[in-house]
């Protein structure tokens, strides 16, 4: 059975990681857009035809079960691309990891893309899973763009725009966008010690899997791992390295 996710770039490597590490003989088929990306600025119906287009071509390709690993599509995205394929193909979507953050920190930051951020789908996660916790979005402009590019002065510069931005005594951020995990590292370096980071990763690879044994169909594959990417594609052989070395692992929940 071939699991196909879909993200604007890179954000879909740290789900497909988790469930290669959970599901080792899945096959996956890995669909971005690096002519489209960033999907974060661009309007709101010119998101959902780009995902839809991707949904078709990832049933073309003879996927039964879509994975959106990207926060801006599935709020976006996520009903038109349900309505679109009907109930026979599951399709997962991503959504920020705000519950368990707000189970266990006070005052919780959701960094995210500008669509994710003004959100009525996020407005109202935290109305139904915030708790009593206080609960700021901001917008990393520009982050999950540079992340794509590899381009790692600006990579910088969002992640310290975006620390400034956080509300002092912040002790969890949750990263709303499914590029951030990869910069993990510059992140926490970011934030004053002790704050703690919650991604959906492994989360989504869980639904995943729990979604696909429910399909009741032979699941088996070869663990083959095949990309598909809209015009330019250069990224992606740094970004199969990191895959490979199991280093997209590391951001989920503390
Ligand atoms: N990975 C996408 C997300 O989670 O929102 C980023 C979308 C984009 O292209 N900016």
Not at 69 to 97: D, F, K, Q, W, Y
């Amino acid at each position: 059975m071939i699991v196909a996710l879909i993200d604007s770039g890179l954000g879909l490597l740290p789900t497909a990681a988790w469930l290669r590490k959970l599901r080792p003989d899945l096959d996956l088929l890995l669909l971005n857009d690096p002519d489209g990306a960033p999907w974060g600025p661009k309007p709101e119906q010119w998101v959902i035809d780009r995902v839809l287009d991707t949904a078709r071509l990832a049933l073309g390709e003879g996927a039964e079960v879509l994975v959106l690993p990207c926060n801006t599509a599935s709020v976006t995205a996520l009903e038109h691309v349900r309505a679109m394929v009907g109930p026979g193909v599951p399709v997962i979507g991503t959504v920020p990891a705000i519950k368990p953050a707000a189970a266990v920190c006070r005052k919780v930051a959701v960094w995210a893309t500008a669509a994710t951020t003004a959100s009525a789908y996020q407005a109202d996660l935290i109305t139904r899973f915030g708790g009593d916790a206080d609960i700021t979005g901001v917008a990393c402009h520009g982050l999950a763009d540079a992340i794509d590019r590899g381009d790692l002065a600006v990579i910088a510069e969002a992640i310290a725009d975006a620390a400034a931005r956080t509300p002092a005594d912040t002790e969890g951020i949750v990263l709303g966008c499914t590029h951030y995990p990869l910069v993990l590292d510059d992140i926490l370096a970011a934030l004053p010690p002790g704050v703690r980071v919650f991604d959906s990763a492994e989360a989504v690879a869980g639904q995943t899997l729990r979604r696909m044994d429910a399909l009741d169909r032979p699941a088996p594959g070869t663990g083959a791992v095949r990309i598909l990417a809209s015009g330019r594609p250069a990224q992606l052989p740094t970004a199969a390295a990191a895959f490979e070395s199991g280093r997209l692992l590391g951001a989920t929940p503390a």
